[in-house]
T-cell receptor, first 111, second 111 residues
């Protein structure tokens, strides 16, 4: 069966520090991968999506970047965090058209 | 611009009551998905509807896709405290796998 792992679950980082959130998928090949941010338990904002290794599309220009070094690995990064980067980050995968499977999320607090 | 509008934003009801949540758009979607999210967790897919006018039932939950594939509704019969959560609708646009999420309906069911 397919599973998705996202870590860490919570993270507190100082302003100006770097960030690396990792997401891995098991049990499927060539999935579409997504990074979302959710503010205050409300709607999801798509940050990046990837349809293959090294292929990254950015939805919203900001202080973050994403990479897909392997088929089932998706990484969200920042060189210097801002206070406004705080939020709940969700990774998800899909095979297109039949629903997303989300990870359990990372609660990031920038202080 | 919010592509999908959900209403109501908040709903607080007593156990045993019925409720309906709406998801509306001026855009046509190839499919419409509903998710439920609990605090600190990622959203979990409940259903995908793909055909205009389609109705799907999942125990006490009934999902309907509008004839024109622009809107959807979720009806819950005899709500239970375990139904409490954030209900999100998401429409798939012209890019396969690209979902547009509504802001969600926060449902609280009191015992």
């Amino acid at each position: 069966s397919q599973t998705i792992h996202q870590w860490p679950a919570t993270l507190v980082q100082p302003v100006g520090s770097p960030l690396s959130l990792e997401c891995t998928v098991e049990g499927t090949s060539n999935p579409n991968l997504y990074w979302y941010r959710q503010a205050a338990g409300r709607g999801l904002q798509l940050l990046f999506y990837s349809v293959g290794i090294g292929q990254i599309s950015s939805e919203v220009p900001q202080n973050l970047s994403a990479s897909r070094p392997q088929d089932r690995q998706f990484i969200l990064s920042s060189k210097k965090l801002l206070l406004s980067d705080s939020g709940f980050y969700l990774c998800a995968w899909s095979l297109g058209g039949w629903g997303y499977t989300f990870g359990s999320g990372t609660r990031l607090t920038v202080v | 611009t919010q592509l999908l509008e959900q209403s109501p934003q908040f709903l607080s009801i007593q156990e045993g009551e019925n409720l309906t949540v709406y998801c509306n758009s001026s855009s046509v979607f190839s499919s419409l998905q509903w998710y439920r999210q609990e605090p600190g967790e990622g959203p979990v897919l409940l259903v995908t509807v793909v055909t205009g006018g389609e109705v799907k039932k999942l125990k006490r939950l009934t999902f309907q896709f509008g004839d024109a594939r622009k809107d959807s509704s979720l009806h819950i019969t005899a709500a239970q405290p375990g139904d409490t959560g954030l209900y999100l609708c998401a429409g798939e646009g012209s890019t396969l796998g690209r979902l547009y999420f509504g802001r969600g309906t926060q449902l609280t069911v009191w015992p």
